[in-house]
Every structure is written in structure tokens, then in C-alpha cells.
């Protein structure tokens, strides 16, 4: 299984800027797919997160309203497109996903069995 995310960069605060998570090696469409972003010495933070069928998502307070997840089973991805970017979106971005994951866990990025690599978004202000 590999999960690769890409899609970050340097951009103005109030900016967009849209996220990709490419899988391969899993049936995509049965796994649930999260968002999370980590600054130095902090913690993973969830961000976002889609289950299977695309119709349930989920959102941290702090992006709700700007950010929006999104799939695409047949070509295997996910994207986050974030508007009204804020300097405090700064971190690095990384897509996780889990087959049997259970609506009270979608947050916690313990019940994530796989990850990507990461993709650093900075925003100025």
C-alpha cells in the first residue's frame, strides 16, 4: 500500500491551494481517508477526513468552512482543496488511511493503519 501526497507549497495568507493523496495497492474505494498536519514539536492534528462512499465527511473546527475533502474512486485519490488560507495552516500535510475505521476514531490518527509521506504547506502572512 502507498499513499502519496502532493500538492503543497509556499502561497499568501487568504490563498488556495489544493492537496492530492494518490493511493495504490489497496481497493481505494472500501478505505476511509483522513487529512492531518503537523508543525515542529507538536502533535498530528486532524484536518479532514472522507469515509467510502464519499457522502460522509468530517472536518476540524479550525478549517471548517475553508477546507473541503473530496474523492475520486476511480482514479484513486483524494483531494483537500484549502481557501482562506491563514498563517496557522502552516505545517506538513499528510493523507492517512484505514479500511475498518469506526465514526468515533476519525480523529485520532492511532487508528490510521497507512500514511503518506507528507507535503509542506507554508502560508505568509
Known amino acids: 500500500v502507498q499513499l502519496q501526497a502532493s500538492g503543497g507549497g509556499l502561497v499568501q495568507a487568504g490563498d488556495s491551494l489544493q492537496l492530492s493523496c494518490a493511493a495504490s495497492g489497496l481497493t481505494f474505494r472500501t478505505y476511509t481517508v483522513a487529512w492531518f498536519r503537523q508543525t515542529p514539536g507538536k502533535e498530528r492534528e486532524f484536518v479532514a477526513a472522507?469515509?467510502?462512499?464519499?457522502?460522509?465527511?468530517h472536518y476540524a473546527d479550525s478549517v471548517k468552512g475553508r477546507f473541503a475533502i473530496s474523492r475520486d474512486n476511480a482514479k484513486n485519490t483524494v483531494n483537500l482543496q484549502m481557501n482562506s488560507l491563514k498563517p496557522e495552516d502552516t505545517a506538513v500535510y499528510y493523507c492517512?488511511?484505514?479500511?475498518?475505521?469506526?465514526?468515533?476514531?476519525?480523529?485520532?490518527?492511532?487508528?490510521?493503519?497507512?500514511w503518506g509521506q507528507g507535503t509542506q504547506v507554508t502560508v505568509s502572512s
Open positions: 492517512a488511511a484505514d479500511r475498518q475505521l469506526i465514526l468515533s476514531s476519525v480523529r485520532r490518527d492511532q487508528a490510521y493503519d497507512y
Open positions: 472522507i469515509f467510502r462512499g464519499g457522502s460522509s465527511v
